[in-house]
């Protein structure tokens, strides 16, 4: 895959290593001022941009099966889900698989095709 992740959720998007590994990233929403050291940032760049941005980081989790990451993202956005009903939670769950299938289908996956492909001989 690019070098970028590939967004499958909201909060999650997979990256493979090219070899034999996709990994799970986790989107993160960062305020630079709660660093501990935003004070003497600001005081040698005024003009430091404070605004909150998103960052993408790797967790630990790594699979040889695109299948099995997937799927990974299924169980760690159903174990955030809050609801209260097994109605919400059917919904949720639903919600999760289109959202799956809309990244899967608007991805171009010809690039990676080709390199396994290249790979196999």
């Known amino acids: 895959m690019k070098t970028k992740p590939l967004p499958i ?42 605004a ?14 695109l299948e099995s990451a997937l799927h990974a993202i299924v169980v760690r956005e159903t174990l955030q889900f809050d609801g209260d009903t097994v109605a919400e939670l059917k919904a949720h769950l639903d919600g999760i698989h289109e959202l799956i299938a809309e990244s899967l289908k608007s991805h171009d996956f010809s690039e990676e095709i080709a390199r396994f492909k290249e790979s196999e001989g």
């Open 52 to 65: 909150p941005y998103e960052k993408w980081v790797e967790i630990e989790s790594y699979h040889g099966r």
């Open 9 to 50: 959720t909201h909060n999650y998007a997979i990256k493979s290593d090219g070899i034999r590994n996709f990994q799970l990233y986790e989107r993160r929403l960062v305020d630079p001022t709660k660093s501990p050291k935003w004070a003497e940032k600001v005081a040698e760049n005024p003009a430091l941009d404070s």
